[in-house]
Every structure is written in C-alpha cells, then in structure tokens.
C-alpha cells in the first residue's frame, strides 16, 4: 500500500500538472515541488518500515496484467532497490527547487517532463518482472530526451538528444530479444521465478551479453560512454542532475539485479571482461578529465570514471564488494549532483561554463566556495565523506580479487585529487574576474541536504549497510560465491 501511493501521488501530480492553465507559471512550480516533496517524505517510511533480518522483497504490489501469458506487473523493495528509490524521491524535488527561476520554453511539459521521468524511475527500481522493467528500462528515455532536446542551453542540443536516445535505445534491443528467449524457454518473466532456475551455461554467457550491451551503455562503460558528456553539456542544469545522479545508476543496478542474480556464472565468467574495460575506463576518463576546459564536460568524465569503479567492486563477488559498490553509487548520486548544482550557480549568474572565466570568487562567494570545498574533497574521498567509505571497501575488495586492476584502478585517487584541485583553484582563487551575488536562501536549501547526506554517509555508513546486508548475502550465495 505504501509503494502504491508514491505511484498514486505522482499520477495525480502529473494529471493536475496538465489541468494547471501554463500561464499559472507559481501554481505550476509550487504544485510539482509540492507533490515531489510529498513523494519524498513518503519514501523515508519504506526505509523506517523495512525489515532488516530478511532478504524476501517488501511492500510487494502484484497486480494482474495477462494472467493467461503469465506476466503480472510485480512491484517490490529489498535492500538493493532501497536506496535507489529514496535517491531517485530525493533529488527530483532539489531539482526542481534548483531549476525554479529557470524560465526556457513551455513550463507545464518541463516539469511534466520531470515528473513523468520520476515515476518511471520508482518503476524501474521496484518492477520485480523482467519485461515491465525493460518497458520501464526504456520509458525513462522519452522524458529525459525532450528535456535535452527541448530546454538544452545550444544548438548541438538536438545532437546530444539523438546520441542520448540512439546509444541507450541499440543496445537495449539485444536485451529485449533475451528477454523473450527466457519468456519462451521459461514461461515466466517474474524475478523470482527466474532467480530460482539454472540456465545452461551456454544461455548464460549468451544471455549475459545481451543485457551487458544494455546496462554498459547506461553505465557508461567504454567505448560506449561518448552520449554522456554530450548530454550533459547540452542538459538545463536540472537534466545534468538527473542524468548524473539517477540514471546511471540504471545500469549499474541492472548488472546487479539481473546479470550478477539470474546469471551467476556467467558474471564470474565475464569478470576479467568486467575489470580490464572498467580499469581502462577510470585511467582514460580521469586522463580526459584534466585537459577539459568546460566545467560540465569536466564533471561528466569524472562521473564516467567513478561508475566504472562501483564496476569493479560490483564483480568482485564478495559481499564486502557488492555493498561499497552500491554505497559508492548512492555517494555519487550526492556528490555529483552537487557538482553539477554548483557549475548550475555559476552558469545562471554568468551564462558561461568556460573555466578561463571564472576566477577568485572567494572574495565574492564565499558560502559558495565553501560548498565547493567540501564537494570538492568528497568527490576525492576525504575521511569523513561518503565517498571515503565507498571506496575504501571498494579497493579492499578489489586488491582481494584482483591485484593488478586494484593498482590501476586506484591511480583514479591521484588523478581525481589533479582534475579537481586544479577546477578548484581556478575557480575560487586567483585575480576577480567576475562579480556576483553569493548563494541564495533557496540555493543553500537545495545543497543543505545533499551535504547532511554525505557527511551522515561518511561517518556513520552502517544505517545504509545494515539494510542491503541480507539481500547482498543472499545474492552471493545463490551465486556461490562464498
């Protein structure tokens, strides 16, 4: 019933978004800041009802859709899924606190837009049947390329929405042809029919290939990460948001959820696959990073290089690996937001991302610079932040499985310390190049929660820990990897 609701308030968001006149411009926002933040406080409840000692999905919905086909729209959490649901319920309304004196084409189909995109997302989370989370998988993709195509900051807009839709939507098709092979070999596409039926090893490997072609893609993993740092430029500050924070969790989740769960020796099988291209990904990305001169390419190849290392932890197999990837990723959905929030202050003060512009806004801004250092540091994995956590087990997990792509993988601690002290000092120091007014209230109400996340997530990681441990157990010993 809980679940449900989160569904029913945002359905009724959406259908009173459409029945608001468009030139009622304030009932627009407050009614869609309203129904997200409603959404949000609802989702805590998910995290305070849930039941720590058992693995088995919670708060399930199973509603019946073809009975006769045997597919059933099956909803649910575990201690997988939770913290992406109470992620995704949180920054879509600091999304949309950030964006509240953006004014760029039809209001009403932005926040539509968003709203639509949220409701998808909780869907894609939750869906415990393959075929509606591959419906919903791919869904996502409608709102988030018209909020590129439509309200993007230039005209290669257009080309970063098609390189968005085309790059995500190719590689999804060989994930839907293995979604009906497992339909006619299995007769069944719910997950927890499927969790419990041994393919060939064969059909694993074939299978798993399929659905790697999809996630990589939301990942990004190279060589297909070129749509992301097109997209994020081209993105309102809102979309960039979104897209860092949320959406490439999408693929990182479904290695989770249905490679590494349905097939388990495959995912072994494919490891070395997994490490080299994730290993390449950090040191290239990173190594990219420091020649970028525009601020919201810079932070994009800094969050392809961070999602390649929760790759890493994801398969080294060992539970300790498996929850400090998905803290590192709920710690990226904190620290990158607030990175791209931050390049959104700048941009909407001086209508530029070049980094050559910007300098010695210490004088001017300092409550902004001081939230700069600070997501600064974490996004370097200062102790006390939540990215310390994160990877710290990351790379402890990784030296157990894998000497070699430890090493290498950790060379992205160096080089991330390069790219973001030399961003940092261009910004905050050196001779006043611009002048402007420091952080708005509205503005220090939109990061106050992002730096009480990662500081809480830093010091104290065992309230998120203690809800994944059982599900994370138990997805390493179906898998027999203990």
Same mark, same amino acid.
């Given at each position: 019933?809980?679940?449900?609701?989160?569904?029913?308030? !945002?359905?009724?968001?959406? %259908?009173?978004?459409?029945?608001?006149?468009?030139?009622?411009?304030?009932?627009?926002?407050?009614?869609?800041?309203?129904?997200?933040?409603?959404?949000?406080?609802?989702?805590?409840?998910?995290?305070?009802?849930?039941?720590?000692? *058992?693995?088995?999905?919670?708060?399930?919905?199973?509603?019946?859709?073809?009975?006769?086909?045997?597919?059933? &729209?099956?909803?649910?959490?575990?201690?997988?899924?939770?913290?992406?649901?109470?992620?995704? *319920?949180?920054?879509?309304? !600091?999304?949309?606190?950030?964006?509240?004196?953006?004014?760029?084409?039809?209001?009403?189909?932005?926040?539509?837009?968003?709203?639509?995109?949220?409701?998808?997302?909780? %869907?894609?989370?939750?869906?415990?049947?393959?075929?509606?989370?591959?419906?919903?998988?791919?869904?996502? &993709?409608?709102?988030?390329?018209?909020?590129?195509?439509?309200?993007?900051?230039?005209?290669?807009?257009?080309?970063?929405?098609?390189?968005?839709?085309?790059?995500?939507? &190719?590689?999804?098709?060989?994930?839907?042809?293995?979604?009906?092979?497992?339909?006619?070999?299995?007769?069944?596409?719910?997950?927890?029919?499927?969790?419990?039926?041994?393919?060939?090893?064969?059909?694993?490997?074939?299978?798993?290939?399929?659905?790697?072609?999809?996630?990589?893609?939301?990942?990004?993993?190279?060589?297909?990460?070129?749509?992301? @740092?097109?997209?994020?430029?081209?993105?309102?500050?809102?979309?960039?948001?979104?897209?860092?924070?949320?959406?490439?969790?999408?693929?990182?989740?479904?290695?989770?959820?249905?490679?590494?769960? !349905?097939?388990?020796?495959?995912?072994?099988?494919?490891?070395?696959?997994?490490?080299?291209?994730?290993?390449?990904?950090?040191?290239?990305?990173?190594?990219?990073?420091?020649?970028?001169?525009?601020?919201?390419?810079?932070?994009?190849?800094?969050?392809?290089?961070?999602?390649?290392?929760?790759?890493?932890?994801?398969?080294?197999?060992?539970?300790?690996?498996?929850?400090?990837?998905?803290?590192?990723?709920?710690?990226?959905?904190?620290?990158?937001?607030?990175?791209? !929030?931050?390049?959104?202050? %700048? =941009?909407?003060?001086?209508?530029?991302?070049?980094?050559?512009? =910007?300098?010695?806004?210490?004088?001017?801004?300092?409550?902004?610079?001081?939230?700069?250092?600070?997501?600064?540091?974490?996004?370097?994995?200062?102790?006390?932040?939540?990215?310390?956590?994160?990877?710290?087990?990351?790379?402890?997990?990784?030296?157990?499985?894998?000497?070699?792509?430890?090493?290498?993988?950790?060379?992205?601690?160096?080089?991330?310390?390069?790219?973001?002290?030399?961003?940092?000092?261009?910004?905050?120091?050196?001779?006043?190049?611009?002048?402007?007014?420091? &952080?708005?209230?509205?503005?220090?109400?939109?990061?106050?929660?992002?730096?009480?996340?990662?500081?809480?997530?830093?010091?104290? @990681?065992?309230?998120?820990?203690?809800?994944?441990?059982?599900?994370?157990?138990?997805?390493?010993?179906?898998?027999?990897?203990?």
């Amino acid at each position: 019933m809980l679940l449900n609701s989160l569904f029913f308030i !945002l359905i009724l968001g959406i %259908l009173g978004l459409i029945i608001i006149p468009s030139s009622s411009k304030l009932i627009l926002r407050q009614y869609s800041l309203f129904t997200t933040t409603l959404v949000f406080i609802l989702s805590l409840f998910l995290w305070l009802g849930f039941d720590q000692s *058992t693995p088995k999905f919670q708060f399930i919905t199973d509603s019946l859709w073809l009975p006769l086909a045997n597919i059933n &729209l099956i909803l649910g959490v575990d201690g997988i899924s939770l913290f992406f649901v109470l992620l995704t *319920t949180l920054i879509f309304p !600091l999304c949309l606190l950030a964006s509240w004196t953006f004014n760029k084409g039809d209001l009403k189909t932005y926040l539509i837009s968003f709203l639509s995109m949220e409701l998808v997302l909780l %869907l894609v989370f939750t869906s415990l049947d393959l075929l509606f989370f591959y419906i919903f998988f791919e869904a996502v &993709l409608i709102p988030m390329f018209l909020v590129i195509g439509i309200y993007g900051s230039r005209q290669r807009k257009i080309r970063a929405a098609y390189m968005f839709f085309l790059y995500t939507l &190719l590689g999804s098709l060989f994930m839907l042809v293995g979604v009906v092979y497992i339909y006619l070999s299995v007769g069944s596409t719910s997950y927890e029919a499927l969790s419990v039926i041994k393919f060939s090893s064969y059909n694993q490997k074939w299978l798993w290939l399929a659905f790697f072609a999809s996630f990589a893609a939301k990942v990004p993993m190279l060589p297909v990460h070129i749509w992301l @740092p097109e997209a994020h430029v081209e993105a309102p500050t809102a979309g960039s948001v979104i897209l860092a924070g949320i959406l490439l969790k999408l693929g990182s989740y479904g290695f989770l959820r249905f490679s590494l769960g !349905l097939f388990p020796e495959a995912s072994i099988y494919f490891t070395p696959f997994i490490f080299s291209l994730s290993v390449l990904g950090v040191v290239y990305t990173s190594l990219t990073a420091i020649r970028q001169t525009d601020l919201k390419r810079l932070i994009a190849y800094t969050s392809v290089a961070h999602m390649n290392l929760v790759m890493i932890g994801l398969f080294t197999g060992t539970v300790i690996g498996i929850e400090a990837a998905i803290l590192q990723s709920l710690s990226h959905g904190f620290v990158s937001s607030a990175l791209f !929030l931050i390049i959104g202050v %700048l =941009y909407d003060r001086w209508h530029t991302r070049g980094v050559k512009y =910007y300098g010695g806004l210490t004088h001017t801004m300092p409550i902004f610079i001081i939230i700069f250092l600070f997501f600064t540091m974490a996004n370097l994995g200062l102790p006390g932040t939540s990215s310390f956590v994160g990877e710290f087990l990351l790379f402890v997990s990784a030296f157990e499985a894998n000497t070699t792509s430890c090493f290498f993988a950790a060379t992205s601690m160096i080089l991330g310390g390069v790219y973001s002290l030399w961003l940092f000092n261009r910004i905050a120091y050196g001779n006043i190049k611009l002048v402007g007014s420091d &952080l708005s209230y509205r503005e220090f109400v939109v990061f106050f929660p992002l730096v009480l996340g990662t500081l809480v997530m830093g010091i104290y @990681p065992d309230i998120f820990f203690c809800p994944m441990h059982a599900s994370v157990s138990n997805l390493v010993w179906i898998d027999l990897w203990i």
